[in-house]
């Protein structure tokens, strides 16, 4: 079945992804459109945002579906990205992805400040303790900070991993 990942140019949400995909060496399109390729673009798709991914005739969207069906269909060094045949550590690996997903919040709301001395005290302040990423980060953190393994969940990578790298590189 043929998979077609289309996103923007950058990494942002698609990015763990385009990662589970390639570490799976599970075969993808990466169609990285313009935000004025985008704009005429979506008038014939639902639903009317990015990312987007083709599985054969199918068109889904929402990122963190995305991310939990590449990993799914992928493994690395002989194990799942996500875990499909334990319940208890997909919910821990969906938790941790959740909490780092929450951070995108704040942060999307600077890509619309056009002065950069400007975005990035914004971003600073989102950072900062007490502000709206402070949190999700410290939380994260946190959970990183118990791992025995080294992993961001269980004994070897998974998709919260992926996300993680991603998110906060």
């Given at each position: ?22 570490l ?58 996500y ?11 969906d ?8 951070m ?6 600077s ?21 709206d990423?402070y ?16 992993f961001?969940?269980g ?15």
């Amino acid at each position: 079945m043929s998979i077609k990942v289309v996103y923007f140019p950058f990494p942002g949400r698609v990015e763990p992804v385009r990662l589970a995909l390639t570490l799976g060496g599970v075969a993808f399109e990466d169609e990285r459109v313009t935000f004025e390729q985008w704009g005429s673009m979506k008038q014939g798709v639902t639903p009317k945002q990015l990312p987007l991914m083709h599985v054969g005739d199918k068109v889904i969207g929402q990122s963190a579906a995305l991310m939990r069906y590449a990993a799914s269909i992928s493994k690395f060094e002989g194990k799942p990205l996500y875990p499909t045949e334990d319940a208890l550590l997909a919910l821990q690996v969906d938790e941790f992805v959740d909490y780092v997903s929450e951070m995108f919040g704040p942060l999307g709301a600077s890509f619309k400040i056009e002065d950069q001395a400007e975005k990035e005290a914004f971003r600073a302040k989102a950072v900062a303790e007490g502000g709206d990423m402070y949190k999700w980060i410290s939380y994260v953190d946190s959970l990183l900070g118990k791992s025995k393994s080294g992993f961001a969940v269980g004994d070897h990578l998974t998709l919260a991993d992926l996300a993680t790298f991603c998110w906060f590189q």
